[in-house]
Each structure stands twice: as C-alpha cells, then as structure tokens.
T-cell receptor, first 114, second 115 residues
C-alpha cells in the first residue's frame, strides 16, 4: 500500500491563480480530510468527507472547495489564491468517521502564494 | 468546546535523559486523545492513542502517555531520549458528538535532543 499520497510537494502561485491539490489513498478509507498547518497554530481542519459524494466544511473552509467523486481521491481546490493561503497542507484518511479511529496523514504540500 | 493545551512550545533534553511533554485537554465527555509526531519536512505519524480503555497507553519508539481524568491531562513520556526523537509533537483530541473524526490539534511542542 502506498498509503496517503499528495501532489505536488511544492507549489508557488501568484495571487488570484487557481490550483488543485491532489490527495489519494489506497486503503479503502471512508473518511478523508484536509488540514492546513501554520506556525504556532497546529493543524486546522479545512474540509472533510465521510464517503464518496459527501463533503462538509471544517474550521477554516473559506477560499477552498472540495469534491469526492471516488473513495480514493479527495482533491482540494483553491479558486483564487491569496497570500493568506500560504501554508503546508495535509490530507488525512481513516477507515470510518469515528472519533476513535486513527487518521493517516500524507506527506504534505507546501504552498507559497506571492 | 473541546480544546487541547500543550504547555511547552519548546523542550530541550540531553540524549539518554527522560522526556516529558505536557498536554491538558478540555472535554465534556470521555475524550479520544492522540499524540502525533512530525519529523522535519515530513507528514504526521501516530505515536499512541487513548480511547477509554487502559489509562496508561504505550506507543511506538518507547513512548507512553497516561490519561488522568482528575487532572485533565495526557502527558507524553519516554524514559531515555534518543537523537532520532528530535521532532515536533502534537497532542490531539477527537471532536465529540455524532459520526465524526474531526481532530483538534494543540499548537505543538518542539523537542530538541542534545548530544
């Protein structure tokens, strides 16, 4: 198993550009989520999905869109990038949307918005 | 609302000495608590988790944590630090209520290990 994979590893954008961060898992996990990590703030939840076709907002959803057309993939879209979206983005997944479940994290995407 | 507080942003120890990383939580219910580790420029790896079974939880790489309800604490310990333990550590609580796996992270503790 490759686990949770994310592409790209690094990206530089100009303000106003759009892009998609890719996330995929090969563990047949129902639950997938996106977090952003900023210095001194830990990780904060952006969006999550409890299964294909079902998504919902987390703590900091503004400026981001998601969709879940398959169990394996959960892309995160930045519609119009802003410098405030400079961050490290992590995708995570778990078997079930249960509070006791272990979440597995991808290696992260480092994004710089100029 | 749930939260976790990591009491130290930086901890420095010498190799071979004990490690103590402190975490306090706030929760109305019996919480699910986790410790994750992040090595430089890497993703997060689960060290251990507490889910209302044994209060002393053993994890990977010799780490363990004790859930103390009376003190609302979940401190992470290791008897003897190794250079490879240098990393950032996150105390995490899983959000209460419903079918959810939303995680609430502490702000992290950066562990330095001196030779």
């Amino acid at each position: 198993n490759a686990g949770v994979t994310q592409t790209p590893k690094f990206q530089v954008l100009k303000t106003g550009q759009s892009m998609t961060l890719q996330c995929a898992q090969d563990m047949n996990h129902e639950y997938m989520s996106w977090y952003r990590q900023d210095p001194g703030m830990g990780l904060r939840l952006i969006h999550y999905s409890v299964g294909a076709g079902i998504t919902d907002q987390g703590e900091v959803p503004n400026g981001y869109n998601v969709s879940r057309s398959t169990t394996e993939d959960f892309p995160l879209r930045l519609l119009s990038a802003a410098p405030s979206q400079t961050s490290v983005y992590f995708c995570a997944s778990s078997f079930f949307p249960d509070r006791e479940e272990t979440q597995y994290f991808g290696p992260g995407t480092r994004l710089l918005v100029l | 609302a749930q939260s976790v507080t990591q009491l130290d942003s930086h901890v420095s120890v010498s190799e071979g000495t004990p490690v103590l990383l402190r975490c306090n939580y706030s929760s109305s219910y019996s919480p699910s608590l986790f410790w994750y580790v992040q090595h430089p420029n890497k993703g997060l790896q689960l060290l251990l988790k507490y889910t209302s079974a044994a209060t002393l939880v053993k994890g990977i790489n010799g780490f363990e944590a004790e859930f103390k309800k009376s003190e609302t604490s979940f401190h992470l310990t290791k008897p003897s630090a190794h250079m490879s333990d240098a990393a950032e550590y996150f105390c995490v609580v899983s959000e209460e209520g419903g079918a959810t796996n939303k995680l609430i992270f502490g702000t992290g503790t950066l562990l330095a290990v001196q030779p």
